[in-house]
């Protein structure tokens, strides 16, 4: 199975500030139709998760653009460009490029 | 506006069976792939099991591989998982997801509110 490495598993930010989180896969996401089947998600407090980022870099409808996706192969970034309160719960990232699809440990985004 | 609610959680004893569903509506449901997630308490997030629209295609994890089954019913708008031979590792709140096969079949798109199962005796 592919290995997916999340870090840091939680983080403390202040409001307005950016924050990034890092994922690793145990094997390469890129597909040889040109895609890197990496997702993330976003699971707030009392709420089922959210797709946020698809294929690496794409945003899900109605995400707000502050979120964006980076990476290929093996080496992932989830980047804030400036948190906002309704960004707080955890963060995973997802490889769906092998079964069984397999997420990293989570990221526990905070506000300070 | 997509909307999966999914139902049949409860309580079981190890060994026992429960079965979920997964109504859907706001979506042509039978050109939709589907997932079964599950987040057990203080763990992060488990992939469980896919289904292709027409249902010809289904893989599982192993962790339920010969316990779990997946299924939909079409007509029904219905996605459901046959959860045998319960164990207490399986407690967990279980979540459906849709899955476009026109952008990607492992893409997990829109979630249900999820189904809370508790395996104890």
């Known amino acids: 199975d592919i290995v997916v490495t999340q870090s840091p598993l939680s983080l403390a930010v202040t409001p307005g500030e950016p924050a990034s989180i890092s994922c690793r896969s145990s094997q390469s996401l890129l597909h040889r139709d040109g895609y890197d089947y990496l997702d993330w998600y976003l699971q707030k407090p009392g709420q089922s998760p959210q797709l946020l980022i698809y294929?690496?870099?794409s945003r899900a409808p109605g995400v707000p653009d502050r979120f964006r996706g980076s990476g290929t192969g093996t080496d992932f970034t989830l980047t804030i460009s400036s948190v906002e309160a309704e960004d707080v719960g955890l963060y995973y990232c997802?490889?769906?490029?092998?079964?069984?699809?397999?997420f990293g440990q989570g990221t526990k985004l905070e506000i300070k | 506006q997509v909307t999966l609610v999914e139902s049949g959680g409860g309580m079981a004893q190890p060994g026992r069976s429960l079965r979920l569903s997964c109504a859907a509506s706001g979506l042509d449901f039978r050109s939709y792939g589907m997932h079964w997630v599950r987040r057990a308490p203080g763990k992060g997030l488990e992939w469980l099991a896919v289904?292709?629209?027409?249902?010809?295609?289904?893989q599982y994890a192993d962790s339920v591989k010969g316990r779990f089954i997946i299924s939909r019913d079409n007509s029904k708008d219905t996605l459901y998982l046959q959860m045998n031979s319960l164990r207490v590792d399986d407690t967990a709140i279980y979540y459906c997801?849709?899955?476009?096969?026109?952008?990607?079949?492992?893409?997990?798109?829109?979630w249900g509110q999820g189904a809370r199962v508790t395996v104890s005796s």
């Open positions: 997802m490889q769906g490029r092998q079964t069984p699809q397999t």
């Open positions: 997801a849709t899955a476009d096969p026109a952008v990607s079949m492992r893409i997990l798109e829109k």
């Open positions: 289904i292709w629209s027409d249902g010809t295609n289904i």
């Open positions: 294929f690496a870099s």
